[in-house]
Every structure is written in C-alpha cells, then in structure tokens.
C-alpha cells in the first residue's frame, strides 16, 4: 500500500467550474498536509499546506483535512486553463521528517 | 529572493560513469531534501539533510548514490557506476525548518544512455 493515494484522472471541469481533487493517507501519525502544482516539465510549486483537521482557504483554493477518515482534499474555485497542471499531495510525518508525496492528478480545466 | 537553484539543468552520461549534481538552497534554511522523480510518478524521497548532517537517508536505493552538504548550505548528490535505471529528474528541496512547507529547485534531468 503507498503512503498517499491519489487518483491520477484526468479530471476535466470546464473554465469557472470548481475542480475537486483528493489524496488519501496511510499513516494516522502524518502530522501536516501540502499541496503542490507541477505544470509539465517543471518542478513542483507550493500552493497550501494544512494541519489541522477543517478547511483553510487561500484565495480560490480551499484545503480540507479529516484525519479520522484520513483524507484531504482541495478546491479550485472558478477554475481556470491557468489552473491545468498535475496536483501532488504530499504529507509528513514529523517525527521522520520525512515527506510522502502521491502520484498526482492531472488536472484539464477547457475553455 | 533568490529560490533553490541545481546544476546542471540537463545531464546526459553513459552507462558506468559518474555524476555529480548541484543543489544550492535558498539562503537561511537549514533542512534540504533530495528526491527522484520519474515519469508520472509523485517524487520519491532520497535523503534529507538537517545542517551538514544527513538526518535520514533511507531513501538512497543503494551504495552507489551519496550526498554530501559539508558546509550546511549547497549539497551534491553523487552516483557512481551509473544504470539506465537512474535516469530520472532529480529535484532538490529546502525549507527554513524541518516539517516546513518545502521549496523545489527546477530539477536535474540525467539521462543515462
């Protein structure tokens, strides 16, 4: 079983829809959450992190974390073509300090 | 500021030699990270390095890679004996502190013919 799981899609959402990507985990001693966008041939970018169990939001991207269901999510609302890239989430095991990263979601927002 | 910068941009090796690729950090953060990433793949954890220390490296795959970061700030990662296998991007990390949000550099491309 991998650390993190992610559907690798693609997903398609039309240009203004919101665009749901999930990442699920296997450790219940991961501490803290990231998301990353890698757009083709290029080195993943920070978008958001999170730690605690709820929502955080940032702009047009919302981070949602349930640790009991071990599972985080993010949100892109009013996507954008800017937006498609392949989404990595990554989590972290403090006391490892050791990060796990997901295979990525390819992610096709059409005009 | 300047972000995390790697050299070279692209290496392309035969079968057997050596290479030595290049992380530099971003300037202050202490915690630096190495990882692999293949095709389609999320990137794989090689070593991570807490000042000059290698912290954890479990996730070198085998004797023939190694990483050095002798003065707390730049890193190299080493592969002896290279295989087609190890062709790959290799991204270096940094972060202020170790559990902090990290920052990529763009990655090595090492293609091993």
């Known amino acids: 079983q991998k650390e993190v799981e992610q559907n690798s899609g693609p997903l398609s959402v039309p240009e203004g829809a919101i665009a749901s990507l999930n990442c699920t985990y296997s450790?219940?001693?991961?501490?803290?959450f990231f998301w990353y966008r890698q757009y083709s041939g290029k080195s993943p970018e920070l978008i958001m992190f999170?730690?605690?169990?709820g929502d955080k939001e940032d702009g047009r991207f919302t981070a949602q974390l349930n640790k009991a269901s071990q599972y985080v999510s993010l949100l892109i609302r009013d996507s954008q073509p800017s937006d498609s890239a392949t989404y990595l989430c990554?989590?972290?095991?403090?006391?490892?300090?050791?990060?796990?990263f997901g295979s990525g979601t390819k992610l096709n927002v059409k005009p | 500021g300047a972000g995390v910068s790697q050299t070279p941009s692209n290496k392309v090796t035969e079968k057997g030699k050596y290479v030595e690729l290049r992380c530099d950090p971003i300037s202050g953060h202490t915690a630096l990270y190495w990882y692999r990433q293949s095709l389609g793949q999320g990137p794989e954890f090689l070593i991570y390095f807490q000042g000059t220390g290698a912290a954890d490296d479990s996730g070198l795959p085998n004797d023939r890679f190694f990483a050095v970061r002798p003065e707390g700030s730049v890193s190299t990662l080493k592969i002896q004996r290279t295989e087609r296998g190890d062709s790959a991007v290799y991204l270096c990390?940094?972060?202020?502190?170790?559990?902090?949000?990290?920052?990529f550099g763009p990655g090595t491309r090492l293609t091993v013919l």
């Open positions: 999170i730690y605690s169990n």
């Open positions: 990554a989590v972290n095991l403090h006391n490892f300090n050791k990060f796990y």
């Open positions: 990390a940094s972060s202020l502190r170790p559990n902090d949000e990290q920052f």
């Open positions: 450790d219940r001693g991961s501490q803290s």
